[in-house]
């Protein structure tokens, strides 16, 4: 079924969602309560509007080649984003309210607590970047038939996905980036803004 609006507003969502991502990661967010806050809405929104994005690119692929790695592509993603909304948020929380609940703990015991918390963070990053690995090498079998998407969107799609999930298996549980291997995070980021940007401009092209 054609549905030209949806496909065009999950686009812009899913350019958006990469956008606030940039956002909560690069301004100075002020230490109050305002802050914290606002700062809580951006990261929200990154995995809020990407599962936006992906049920309209979900659709977008159904309305002409639907299929098990077109519907299972778009669960992946879900499961993914909201695992990563899990993680962020936790972050936040541990970031905002940390000095409080040390409080009175000598710095030996805060740094141990601190450590602890770390690696349930880095584990929950580990647990999205499977996820979303999965989801892109699946996405990349449901596009490479899909008539304005097609190989030379499906192939970059799975061969990220691959590597995201091989790099992190490699390095578990740190980070690539932190043991000297690539840090394929920010590819993977310009890919999905690229094919958000694609889908809102297939449709706008859409005959209704």
Avoid: H
């Avoid at 549980?173 to 690229?194: K, N, R, S, T, Y």
């Amino acid at each position: 079924m054609v549905n030209r609006n949806l496909w065009m507003c999950s686009g812009i969502a899913g350019v958006a969602a990469v956008l606030c991502y940039i956002l909560a990661i690069t301004l100075p967010w002020p230490e109050t309560q305002i802050g914290t806050s606002m700062a809580l809405i951006v990261v929200s929104a990154w995995p809020i509007l990407s599962i936006f994005y992906s049920y309209g690119l979900y659709t977008f692929v159904a309305s002409e080649r639907d299929s098990t790695s077109n519907r299972l592509a778009f669960v992946f993603a879900v499961t993914a984003f909201a695992t990563v909304l899990a993680m962020v948020v936790v972050q936040l929380a541990i970031g905002a309210g940390f000095d409080e609940i040390t409080k009175g703990l000598d710095e030996q015991v805060s740094n141990a607590l601190w450590r602890s918390l770390k690696m349930v963070d880095l584990g929950l990053d580990v647990a999205w970047d499977m996820l979303i690995g999965t989801a892109l090498i699946l996405l990349g079998a449901a596009i490479r038939r899909r008539s304005g998407l097609g190989i030379g969107w499906a192939i970059p799609s799975a061969a990220l996905g691959i590597a995201m999930i091989g790099l992190n298996a490699a390095t578990f549980p740190w980070p690539p980036a932190d043991l000297g291997l690539f840090d394929i995070g920010p590819l993977v980021g310009l890919f999905v803004m690229a094919l958000a940007v694609r889908l809102a401009m297939l449709g706008r092209r859409t005959e209704t």
